[in-house]
């Protein structure tokens, strides 16, 4: 904490004012909100952790609330702090030093400068910072009463000078602003950060100790003492001070409405007030933090919402201010956001707290201050026990059980020695047979029962990341995946893992989650892990150091485009190098000069890091690179302030969360601070580290056990990627209980009527075409019917998702997944939609598309059937899969060590397309191993033979009714 104020004012101040709020805003009437998941636990006295995943028409948003009960004597709230005003920590730095077991971020601050938040400030009752009062008062404050009592109000700084003079008002306190005109006072609390303030030239200091002037223009604070700082006029009667002259100040907080508080701190806007949503005016989409109270007081939510992400788009503030009044604050307000949206805490029974949202800028940003939840002393007695399971465990392999216990304070308790059921002594749970397996911990009277699903014998298994890049002093983790024949995936616990690696290199030992943990034993190298769980194997590669590859010389800037946030300036070239010129004198916010790529650089590899030669003006400038990562991101990769004149090397680390490969759009200045000038910096030779080249063998090929071979057998439903006359005679012919068109043009409705004549039913299902005519032609364009105890959901994903399809679709979707379910639809790219689907669909169900390369296509179990486009074949689905190939004929090519067969047009004639192959005899088919009397062995899979033994063989491909044979 920080060290109290030297007010001798321990009472609050306190005088009623009113102020106009901000008007209220009509709820707009756009479609609600699609629920797609969440999770609830306790965590603290009164306190819930959850998350919450929805979707709207404007997109994904994910969010991470704590629901606390202010009402619970145990639970106290409390403000986050560095240890001084001017000085930053992250969220997680404050809460573990504070021994919060929960909290936020809080207060926006002078970011890049003194890192003093721009609101007021009370701990424990006592004012620790006063609020900005000019050019912009901050007076919107958000805390909790001595009465525990959550409030929003305006907060001034109500404080007094005495000179030898008389008495003066006081206009600041351990802050970075002050009027034009006025006296402001530093205690011990500021810490050593700049006394500069803001927007003011004439400055006088004074330090005063034990009550008399001590110094003129001193420099640190006073332990015993403060600095009295005036500015303009007020700088004149302190510089006609004496040394020995007697100066006191007293100061304490005042609020509108009058309240005393015991936690209070500053906040930009009011989003709910008295149960209106109020009119907000800053339409930028970024992460946000809010903080709302039920219509008493009593109920403390405290809300962050991820942005900038896949996942989650962002908010404005008017969006996150609908979101705090749906979810039930009748008072709410909006704290800083952006890279600064932050929320920690920690699980039941563990002391550490961590970060539970995704940080928009990679890594968790230092900020001002914060709010925290305190629990009370706990007693350490044993009260509950929180069981982690794994969820799932393969048939004969185990899973180790992991129990927490915790005391009624939800803080750690000793288990003791525990009594495990359902496993043995340590908690380790074998997987006896397919099913789900009770379990129970039991320790000091309390148990606690869990299950976990044995799932079917493991098939494969393969190890995440693939290659693992690290540098000296880095740690990397890789999960090791098992799974069924049929796809279903779990974690493969370290004790069922045997490892085979080069022990120079790298050091390798199991992570309590059963992730492995991996650090490097040398400064550079290469290698292969090889992992075998039973007979399966998977292998990933490590890289340790890095090699320097080139991304532009920056030679021709032909092209490159200049782009500010709050400033001016363009691009030249000079010599071999880019220039950039920039004004940021027009404004005191954050100003930036970009310079952007004529297209996107690819950098091959995995980047760690960059290198950029920068002609510095020494001004300050914070330095980023603006990359795409491979999921089509877009983020900054920070690197040095511009602290040096003339050319110097400089580097950019990239984040270990960035999905690669990457490539560079361009390089960027930044300015934060207040300073205003102009710059003009030289850029050259942007080089990128990347990671050392490694070759890790391809994992074996997976068939599929949805896909069927070649059968005679016709019926079930016949899928069509559009029309052609080929395809459509083809699945006509083959007597389909009812045919589905995924994907149509104008004139499929035509054919497909003329081809059919009314034997069976057809249901259309809108591709690219989709308009607003479609469903004149083709009827609706989503629906569901029941056929043979299925449900078939036909969806509209024309646009490459559901929700920009027709967004209604999502309304009652989940409610219609239930039993036996197939999907059907064009092709959903969103991948939130797809881990949506994943979610809500049943055990044993398939989706059924007409994008993406065809085959079978499994997340954890769930089929996603990729049928062929109708050039080149259709679908039958029945309990199984069969992709038909568009053919003429068959060619069958022999090669000294290989035998393919292709189509008449090229297509290969292999998995997943459904074919057969047969042998004479003598010849085995499966893989090439020779068995006793074998002439041949044949991996049709691959394509790969062995002769056995001497003798005549024959093999046949069958493929949709065609056939050829071949005699070796």
Sequence with gaps: MRPASLSALAAFLVVISLTTPPSATAEPTTPPPVQVDGTSKPIGPGTTLSTFSRVDPDGWLSGTVLTA?????????????????????????????????????????DINNTGAPRGVEVSNGQLVKGPWTDPTPWRPSVGVDVNDIGRIVNAYLDGKVTLPSGPLPLDGLNQEQAPPNGLAAFTPAWGTASRAFYNVTKVHEVAVVNGVVAGHDPGPIPDNGFVLAGTGSDADLLAALHIGDPVSV?????????????????????????????????????????????????????????????ASRGVTEQQLAYIMRQRG???????????????????????DVWQRNVPSDGVEREVGNGIGLFAAPGSGRLTGIDLTTGDKVFTGLHRQLKATGYDEEYGPADLGTPHWFGA????????????????????????????????PALARITATPKTVSLLAGQTARVQVT?????????????????????????????????????????????????????GHVSKFGVTIGLKSEPVTGFDDVTGWK??????????????????????????????????????????????????????????????AALITDASGANSSVYGEHVTWNGWQRTTFTVPTTVKQPITVRGVEAIEATRARYSGQLDFDDLTAGVALPVTVPPEPPVLDPLVREQSTSDGGMAVLSTVTDRTLAEAVASHPKFLVVDGTTPDTKAKVDAAVQGRFPVYYSPGRDYGPDWTSVF???????????IRYVLLNSATGALRTSDYAQL??????????????????????????????????????????????????????????????????????????????????????????????????????????????????????RCGWGDILAFDPSTGDYKRCRPGPAALTITTNHVSQTVTL
């Design 250 to 310: 007293t100061y304490g907080p005042r609020t509108e409405p009058a309240n005393t508080f015991r936690t209070l701190m500053g906040v930009r806007d009011v989003a709910v007030r008295d149960g209106q949503v109020q009119t907000l005016d800053d339409t930028a989409i970024n992460p946000e933090t809010a903080i709302g109270f039920s219509q008493d007081g009593k109920k403390m939510q405290l809300v962050v919402i991820d942005g900038r992400t896949p």
């Design 69 to 109: 009960d202010l009402s619970n004597p145990r639970l106290t709230v409390g403000l986050l702090t560095p240890p001084h005003v001017g000085q930053v920590q992250t969220v997680t730095t404050m809460a573990t030093a504070q021994h919060a077991f929960a909290g936020v971020n809080g207060d926006f601050f």
């Design 562 to 623: 200049f782009s500010s946030a709050r400033g001016s300036g363009a691009i030249s070239q000079a010599g071999g190098a880019l220039r950039l010129n920039f004004d940021f004198t027009k404004s005191t916010e954050i100003r930036t000069a970009v310079a952007t790529a004529p297209t996107p650089i690819p950098v091959d590899g995995a980047t760690r890091q960059f290198q950029l030669s920068v002609n510095g003006d020494g001004k300050g400038e914070w330095l």
């Design 779 to 789: 009827g609706p364009d989503h629906q569901s019917f029941v056929r043979d105890g």
């Design 811 to 928: 309304a009652d979707l989940r409610g219609q997944l239930t039993g036996r379910v197939v999907v059907v639809t064009y092709g959903i790219s969103d991948p939130n939609e797809r881990r949506m689907l994943d979610h809500w669909l049943p055990h044993g169900a398939e989706v059924i598309e007409a994008t993406g390369p065809t085959g079978v296509e499994r997340d954890d179990g769930l089929p996603w059937i990729h049928v062929p486009t109708s050039d080149l074949g259709w679908t039958t689905v029945t309990d199984q899969v069969e992709f038909r190939p568009v053919l003429d004929g068959i060619t069958v090519a022999v090669d000294p060590d290989k035998i393919t067969a292709t189509s008449t047009t090229g297509l290969p004639l292999r998995y997943p397309m459904s074919v057969t192959w047969t042998g004479s005899r003598g010849v085995h088919i499966g893989d090439i």
């Design 482 to 534: 098992g799974y069924d024949a049929i796809g279903e995936s779990a974690a493969i616990d370290p004790v069922d893992m045997t490892l085979d690696y080069d022990h120079s290199l790298v050091g390798i030992a199991p992570n309590p989650d059963g992730t492995l943990a991996l650090t490097p034993k040398t400064p550079q190298g290469t290698g292969v892990v090889t992992v075998r769980v039973g």
């Design 424 to 455: 043995d002594r340590n908690g380790l749970v074998t997987g006896r047979q397919p099913g789900t397996a009770q379990v129970a911990v039991a320790a000091k009277g309390i148990s606690q029962p869990g299950k976990i699903q044995v799932l």
């Design 329 to 351: 604050a009748y008072n709410a307000v909006i704290i800083d956001g952006g890279g600064s949206s932050t929320l920690v805490s920690r699980d039941a029974g563990t002391p």
